[in-house]
């Protein structure tokens, strides 16, 4: 366990369902984030929370909508999935801007 | 634009000789740069953060180097083993905001 957990491990889905993944750190860090990792892409950063505000929002389809209740979770909201948002999902945290991140295992997401 | 460029190619070496990674970026001015270890189905672990100021770091067999005027980082695992088996990830900042932007990451395998 690093730190950061993520749940599911797997998630197989349909187009028309609705899922969530979830993040949870208990590192005291202030900022949390979503990644995807297609197989043989770059990390893709896609939203940044920072003091449970979002900060930074990548020009990521509305289809992912995200949520950080507290500075201890983050939630991605998935509905009416593509095939190509198939990814590895992966948060991470950081005690603040400019240090390093902590990541979670992922959730390896399958759209059907 | 801006672009991080890692060896896309996977690099194999022999137990006990030094691998060299290379991270080369372009329209990018970070503050530092950071590299991670990924193994499959895993989240990224933080190895080593390098400062702009800072030429060279090192942590045990790991090895560090950042020339902001060639605009590229070297990544050194001196007595290599086995174990050193993975992806190795360079990262840096984004417009000194604390987002980590990753590179592709090349594959490193240390043959007994």
């Known amino acids: 366990e690093t730190g950061v957990t993520q749940t599911p491990r797997h998630l197989v889905m349909g187009m028309t369902n609705k899922k969530s993944l979830k993040c949870e750190q208990h590192l005291g860090h202030n900022a949390m984030y979503w990644y995807k990792q297609s197989a043989k892409k770059p990390l893709e950063l896609m939203f940044v929370y920072s003091l449970e505000e979002r900060v930074e929002n990548n020009s990521v389809p509305s289809r992912f909508s995200p949520e950080c209740p507290n500075s201890s979770h983050l939630f991605l909201h998935l509905h009416t999935l593509q095939p190509e948002d198939s990814a590895l999902y992966l948060c991470a945290s950081s005690q603040d801007p400019g240090g390093s991140y902590t990541f979670g295992s992922g959730t390896r997401l399958t759209v059907v | 634009s801006q672009k991080i460029e890692q060896n896309s190619e996977a690099l194999n070496i022999q137990e006990g000789k030094t691998a060299t990674l290379t991270c080369n970026y372009t329209?990018?001015?970070?503050?530092?740069l950071q590299w991670y270890r990924q193994d499959p189905g895993r989240g990224p672990v933080f190895l080593l953060l390098i400062r702009e100021n800072e030429k060279e770091k090192r942590k045990e067999r790991l090895k560090v180097t950042f020339d902001t005027t060639l605009k590229q980082s070297l990544f050194h695992i001196t007595a290599s083993q086995p174990a050193d088996s993975a992806t190795y990830l360079c990262a840096l900042d984004h417009n000194q905001g604390g987002k980590l932007i990753f590179g592709q990451g090349t594959e490193l395998s240390v043959k007994p």
């Open positions: 329209n990018y001015s970070p503050a530092y």
